[in-house]
C-alpha cells in the first residue's frame, strides 16, 4: 500500500549510486544513498555506476522507477547499444543494449541465483554455473516478433511499461525477414499488430516469411480479463517447419515456438541430460505445445516405453499428432493441465513439464509430484515462477538436483532455465 508519509519522487532527478541487477532488466539503486533510502528500480545502469536518474513512477510505499538519463561514472562493462531506438523513454522492447556480452550473462546468472535464494530459500551454490550463451551472438536471432500498431497505424514496439509505440524502421534483435520486415514500411489502420515469423533449419532462421494480423477480441475474458486477439495469416505460409537434430516439425504460423533458432535443440540437450530417460520408461510431459519435446523424449524410452503428452491448444495438439506420426509410443492429449486431471492419471518414471511464464503453480506441482516420478525435469521462461514451484516440491520432500539456464532472449532480461528435482531421501 501506498506509504502517506513518503513524499512522491515522480519527476524528479536524482544522483544515486547503482547497486546489483533486479528481475525485470532493471538495478536497484537508494535515494538517498544507503540502507535507509527509497529503493529505486532503474533502468539503463548498471552496477557500480554513478547515475543521474529521472523517477518516471511513484505510486509511494517502499520503491519506485527510474531512468538513467546520465552516466556520471560508468562501468567498464558499458557499451554503445547498437540500436537508436534504445535509452530512457525509447523502445521497451531490450533491457541490457548497454552492456556487453559477457556483462549480460552475469547480470541474468546474478538475477537466476537471487531469485532461488529469496523465494526458494535455495543458495544455489555450486549446483549451477552460470548462463550459458547460445549461438548465434547478441543480434538477428528472433525469429517470430509481434509489432504494434499506434493510433496512426504506424508499426513499432512498445515503450517501457507504456502503451505508447515506438515507430521503427527495422529492429536488429530479429532475423532476416523479421527485423527488417517489409510490413514497417505500411501503415496498418483498424490493426493493434502485425506479426512476423519464419521457420528454422538447426540453430538458423529459414524459410519464408509468414505475416499475421491481431485484432482486438469482440469479448472480453472471464473476471474482467482481456481476452485474446484475433489472429489472421495475412500472408506466407499457414505452417512453418522448424528443423531440430535432423527431426522437421510442422506449426501452425501462429503458434508457439521457441523464437531463438537455437533454443529448441538446447534445451531438448539439457533436458534429456538431466531426467536420462531410459528405455522402457513411462514419461508425462505437460504442456507439450506441438511436441517439440515430447519427440526427443519419445526417441529416449524407445517403442517399449510410452510418453504421455498433455496441451490445452487444440492446434498445437493438431500440429503435435501430425508431427509424432512415426512414433508410435507418444500420444498428445488436448488436455488443459490441472491437478484433477493429474490426479486420474497412472504413475510414471518422469515428469517433464514446460509452463508459461506464470509458472506451474501448487496446486499442479503437488498434483506430479504425487505421481510419483523418480525425477522431474522442469523448463522455465522465468526464474521466478521456478523459484517458487521449486520451493513448494521442495516442502513436499523433493530437491533441486541440477540447474542449467540459457540466454535465449539476449539484450532482454529474459532467461530460460532447465532444472532437475528428485526425491530427497534424506528426509525419509
Same mark, same amino acid.
Given at each position: 500500500? /501506498?506509504?502517506?508519509?513518503?513524499?512522491?519522487?515522480?519527476?524528479?532527478?536524482?544522483?544515486?549510486?547503482?547497486?546489483?541487477?533486479?528481475?525485470?532488466?532493471?538495478?536497484?539503486?537508494? *535515494?538517498?544513498?544507503?540502507?535507509?533510502?527509497?529503493?529505486?528500480?532503474?533502468?539503463?545502469?548498471?552496477?557500480?555506476?554513478?547515475?543521474?536518474?529521472?523517477?518516471?513512477?511513484?505510486?509511494?510505499?517502499? *520503491?519506485? *522507477?527510474?531512468?538513467?538519463?546520465?552516466?556520471?561514472?560508468?562501468? /567498464?562493462?558499458?557499451?554503445?547499444? /547498437?540500436?537508436?531506438?534504445?535509452?530512457?523513454?525509447?523502445?521497451?522492447?531490450?533491457?541490457?543494449?548497454?552492456?556487453?556480452?559477457?556483462?549480460?550473462?552475469?547480470?541474468?546468472?546474478?538475477?537466476?541465483?537471487?531469485? *532461488?535464494?529469496?523465494?526458494?530459500?535455495?543458495?544455489?551454490?555450486?549446483?549451477?554455473?552460470?548462463?550459458?550463451?547460445?549461438?548465434?551472438?547478441?543480434?538477428?536471432?528472433?525469429?517470430?516478433?509481434?509489432?504494434?500498431?499506434?493510433?496512426?497505424?504506424? /508499426?513499432?514496439?512498445?515503450?517501457?511499461?507504456?502503451?505508447?509505440?515506438?515507430?521503427?524502421?527495422?529492429?536488429?534483435?530479429?532475423?532476416?525477414?523479421?527485423?527488417?520486415?517489409?510490413?514497417?514500411?505500411?501503415?496498418?489502420?483498424?490493426?493493434?499488430?502485425?506479426?512476423?515469423?519464419?521457420?528454422?533449419?538447426?540453430?538458423?532462421?529459414?524459410?519464408?516469411?509468414?505475416?499475421l494480423t491481431h485484432r482486438p477480441a469482440a469479448r472480453r475474458g472471464g473476471r474482467g480479463r482481456r481476452a485474446p486477439d484475433r489472429v489472421a495469416l495475412l500472408r506466407g505460409p499457414q505452417h512453418l517447419r522448424h528443423t531440430v537434430s535432423g527431426r522437421d516439425f510442422d506449426v501452425h504460423a501462429g503458434g508457439f515456438w521457441q523464437v531463438h533458432p537455437a533454443a529448441a535443440a538446447a534445451f531438448a540437450e539439457a533436458l534429456l541430460g538431466l531426467v536420462a530417460p531410459r528405455p522402457g520408461e513411462a514419461v508425462l510431459d505437460l504442456y507439450a505445445g506441438a511436441g517439440a519435446l515430447t519427440a526427443p523424449l519419445a526417441e529416449a524410452v524407445g517403442p517399449t516405453g510410452r510418453v504421455l503428452g498433455l496441451e490445452a491448444d487444440a492446434v498445437a495438439v493438431t500440429d503435435g499428432r501430425a508431427n509424432l506420426e512415426d512414433l508410435p509410443q507418444a500420444e498428445l492429449r488436448h488436455e488443459r493441465v490441472t491437478a484433477g486431471v493429474l490426479g486420474t492419471l497412472d504413475a510414471v518414471d518422469v515428469v517433464v513439464l514446460d509452463p508459461p511464464r506464470s509458472g506451474a503453480g501448487r496446486e499442479v506441482v503437488q498434483a506430479l509430484l504425487d505421481l510419483r516420478p523418480r525425477c522431474v525435469g522442469y523448463v522455465a521462461c522465468d526464474p521466478a515462477a521456478l523459484a517458487r514451484d521449486v520451493a513448494t516440491a521442495v516442502g513436499a520432500g523433493w530437491r533441486l538436483t541440477g540447474l542449467r539456464a540459457f540466454d535465449a532472449f539476449p539484450m532482454t532480461h529474459h532467461v530460460e532455465c532447465v532444472a532437475r528435482l528428485e526425491p530427497d531421501d534424506s528426509r525419509t
Open positions: 500500500m /501506498p506509504d502517506p508519509a513518503s513524499p512522491s519522487l515522480l519527476g524528479r532527478t536524482l544522483d544515486v549510486t547503482v547497486g546489483a541487477p533486479a528481475h525485470g532488466g532493471s538495478c536497484v539503486a537508494r *535515494f538517498p544513498d544507503g540502507p535507509g533510502g527509497r529503493v529505486l528500480f532503474v533502468r539503463h545502469a548498471l552496477p557500480g555506476e554513478r547515475a543521474r536518474v529521472l523517477v518516471t513512477e511513484d505510486r509511494g510505499g517502499s *520503491f519506485a *522507477f527510474a531512468d538513467a538519463v546520465e552516466i556520471l561514472s560508468a562501468s /567498464p562493462d558499458r557499451v554503445t547499444p /547498437p540500436c537508436p531506438h534504445s535509452g530512457p523513454g525509447r523502445c521497451g522492447g531490450c533491457d541490457w543494449q548497454h552492456a556487453g556480452a559477457a556483462a549480460q550473462l552475469e547480470l541474468k546468472s546474478t538475477v537466476v541465483r537471487e531469485q *532461488f535464494d529469496r523465494l526458494a530459500g535455495l543458495p544455489l551454490g555450486e549446483l549451477f554455473a552460470g548462463v550459458e550463451p547460445l549461438p548465434g551472438g547478441l543480434l538477428g536471432w528472433r525469429t517470430r516478433t509481434l509489432y504494434a500498431v499506434g493510433r496512426d497505424g504506424r /508499426p513499432g514496439l512498445r515503450r517501457h511499461r507504456s502503451h505508447e509505440v515506438e515507430v521503427l524502421d527495422r529492429c536488429p534483435l530479429g532475423a532476416a525477414g523479421v527485423g527488417d520486415a517489409g510490413v514497417l514500411d505500411e501503415t496498418w489502420d483498424g490493426v493493434t499488430g502485425v506479426e512476423v515469423a519464419i521457420g528454422t533449419a538447426d540453430g538458423a532462421p529459414a524459410g519464408e516469411p509468414a505475416v
